[in-house]
């Protein structure tokens, strides 16, 4: 992934980051909101989980942080696309 030019300058002109180093920045945030729903849905339950969380509770948090949180959008087929601009 290469990212956006115009997004490089902008930050680099309201960060004080340099070209590289911004670009890095938005690769590394692209990286972390790759993760698909359901991977972080698991991830999440299952270090929830870990801290002694039982399920009701797991569920309330990740779904609260669901509201908060970007997530990789589901790969579409060209037919599930047509249906989106079609119905």
Known sequence: M???????A??????GLTAPEAA???????AFHAESLEVYVRRRHAELRL???HNPEVF????SELEHRV??????SPRQLRRIVHG
Do not use: C, F, K
């Open 2 to 8: 290469t990212p956006d030019a115009h997004l490089v």
């Open 10 to 15: 902008h930050l680099v002109g309201s960060t």
């Open 24 to 30: 890095r920045v938005i690769e590394d945030v692209v």
């Open 51 to 53: 801290t002694g969380l």
């Open 60 to 63: 309330a948090t990740v779904a």
């Open 71 to 76: 997530v990789a959008a589901p790969l579409l």
